[in-house]
């Protein structure tokens, strides 16, 4: 009798004082070991909130966090509270070290597809084999579908059907965001069709790829001759001499003319 009279005490003053049962925050020390579903907090001028979407731990180098970012808020947030919080950044690799001492933990969430949408498309154009088996799809079958939509576009751009062909080019690159040739092509497309500029946008995201383009390099270069634009065209020709010592014959032959045109006016 008693006992049940004490519980029904301490229930009682948390209801009249208003206490809460939720544990505090912990520091993040050096040692803590980070899992998907940490939620972390920290108080600046408003409070900062993050949840982990993934951590990389490659042996021997930093570990790295996978976040979701939400909107700063005045009052300091709850796990519940973050259901309804506005996401600021979708996804954000942060070095573990960067979260030492400076953040909290305010307990672990569990992750929701919607969570994981940004991560997902960095996967996507980062890590295509991860991509492939976050998203439970075979990578085989998504780079034959890619195959199959390049050499749709390829039969209809040399039937010059341009746009047509830069459809599926694209529909390509969606499936395999890494899919170089179809990148390439998309911008040969552009040039067939005169549109220079947006040649040039492919080429350079087809070097963002791989840097080492040498056909994306050289064509450029072009498009800039086509947009009379020759000191662009010399600095890219010029560059590619040194980039690509076993290809300098290529560019030097177009840079010295383009140098000799300038030299006479």
Known sequence: MRKSKLISSILTLIGVFGLSTTLQAEVITKNYQFVVGDVLIKKETTWQALKVLDVDKLEGKQVTLHVLVFEDTKNKPSLNSLN???VQIYHAPIAADDFEESWELLGNKGISKSDLVGFIEYLKQTNFQRYAEITNQNINELISLANSKYKEAYALSKQSKFNEAIALYSEAVDIFPMFIEAIDNIAFA????????????????????????????????HCYINLRDRDSAMAIFKDGMSRFPAKKSAFEEIYLKLKNMRSNG
């Open 84 to 86: 309804k919080a506005q």
């Open 190 to 221: 552009y040039m067939d069709m005169g549109d220079n500029e947006n040649a040039i946008k492919f080429f350079d995201k087809s070097l963002s790829i791989e840097p080492n383009g040498f056909t994306a390099l050289y064509y450029k270069g």
